[in-house]
């Protein structure tokens, strides 16, 4: 597409290089080696989260390039930059993972802010790590400026001793050394080969989970959130969103034309349907909320408790996201729930058609068992399913794929813990009974503050095989490694006074999965009573981002926003 053809009045950029005023702006231009030419052409932000903390993010940098030499081919002019990252591998189980849910608005708001400064006309967003994926998605339907949505890829399976691994494996390992049924060789030995390339944790995992979404809200080209990152096919993905790009400007479709109430539902759809991450229940919330829609965790719920599960993907099934690229990919997986009815067809895409254009020439696979029919699935219902009760009013949600019906209730009384690494303490030297129900709480969005996942204290329970023994209930979150009983997201959280707040060590907590209930076995007379006595705690973040983070952010249902989001704009930034 020649830019030449693309009126530049209205596009952000002209605040920065059009007419005599601007001749200092575009002197910097010239200093970095534009020319004349390519400064008149529109100028398209290309955003990594590249770093060097985890392999999920390794390789945004390398597949960036990609992604400029397609913007260049249709004529427009990228302009590369980075945010940053907190990868939750490594900040799992310890103080670092309270960095992890606010990096997502951080990522938000700088990718907003680089764009805004600089008067970009067009985003495309490369991610690899959980929270970076969301962020980017925020950012683009807050600036509502042309974008596509790039994952940056699957880290591929570790083998050990002849068996596909994952870094679930780790975690659940580390239980088991606990216990003595795993040596210090056998651990070192599988820690140095179950993440053998660069790419995020390769099964429906959060990151795998939301680059899912990332095509069935029509964000991303189709194919592209599948491919590993290993393999090259990654770069001619890049080079097409690139090129794609500038067709959207062109057309001026949007990511508001394209992130609806509908699309939002069509991502819930598939979260339950691959038997995804828990996280999906807060971050899809808080990309409706840049767009000015209500779509909150009952929302999503109600999506999950209708949907089909159909992928045998871990960590409650058996394949990875490799295996299901390979299979046919994300399309293979709309397509059935498209054909079957659970998927809205009619939204559009960044294809510039709509899914069900996109979805027509896909055929079903039969040579293959990670993707069943809509209309044969695995379990009827999804792999996700919300709860409410008189201990979560504001919801609280929790995995269910692989785990079998009969598992999906437990009744026992409440083993209470204030913060994660009680709890751990308590996993660690088996301080524990068989048939309690741990509660770890005070780890909310503003109690944390920053709402922690609780993988280590999960992984380990499950290493120690106690993972359907126990139930394990928080107001923070569950990596979407998690497996076993555990319910996260429970709201109100105990830092504003919310029920889990207030229960007390043999207090009976009743879990149904199947129902979507979830109660402690207390008289309302009894819970005002201890409300009316219980008393606010001061977290440690007393200064610096997790303060500011915890004045700002909402309750778990809403997404954990810290804005007023779409409803309350004036104008986009699209349209200044």
Known sequence: MDARFIDKSKLPSRHVTEGPARAPHRSYLYAMGLTKEQIAQPLVGVATCWNEAAPCNISLMRQAQAVKKGVAAASGTPREFCTITVTDGIAMGHQGMKASLPSREVIADSVELTMRGHSYDALVGMAGCDKSLPGMMMAMVRLNVPSIFIYGGSILPGSFRGRQVTVQDLFEAVGKYSVGEMSDEDLTELEQVACPSAGACGAQFTA?????????????????????????????????????????????????????????????????????????????????HEAGIKFDLFDVAEIFKRTPYIADLKPGGRYVAKDLFEVGGIPLLMKTLLDHGYMHGDCMTVTGRTMAENLASVKWNDDQDVVYPANKPITPTGGVVGLKGNLAPEGAIVKVAGM????????????????????????????????????????????????????????????????????????????????????GHVGPEAAVGGPIGLIEDGDIIAIDAVKGIIDVELSGEELAKRRAEWKPRETSATSGYLWKYAQTVGPARDGAITHPGGAAEKETYADV
């Open 208 to 288: 795998n989970t939301m680059a899912t979404v990332s095509e069935a809200m029509g964000l991303a080209l189709p194919y592209s959130a599948g491919a590993p990152a290993p393999y090259e096919i990654r770069d001619r993905f890049c080079a097409a969103a690139g090129e794609q790009i500038m067709d959207l400007i062109a057309k001026n479709i949007r990511p508001r034309d394209i992130v609806t109430r509908r699309s939002l539902e069509n991502a819930a759809t598939v979260v339950a349907a691959s038997g995804g991450s828990t996280n999906a229940a807060l971050h899809l919330p808080a990309i409706a």
């Open 404 to 487: 079998a019906s009969d598992k999906q209730v437990f009744r026992g009384p409440a083993r209470c813990f204030d913060g994660e690494e009680a709890c751990f303490e308590a996993v660690s030297t088996r301080q524990y009974k068989e048939g309690e129900v741990l509660v770890i709480r005070y780890e909310g969005p503003r109690g944390g503050p920053g709402m922690r996942e609780m993988l280590s204290t999960t992984a380990a329970l499950y290493g120690q095989g106690m993972g359907d023994k126990v139930a394990l209930i928080t107001d923070g979150r569950f990596s979407g490694a998690t497996r076993g009983f555990c319910i």
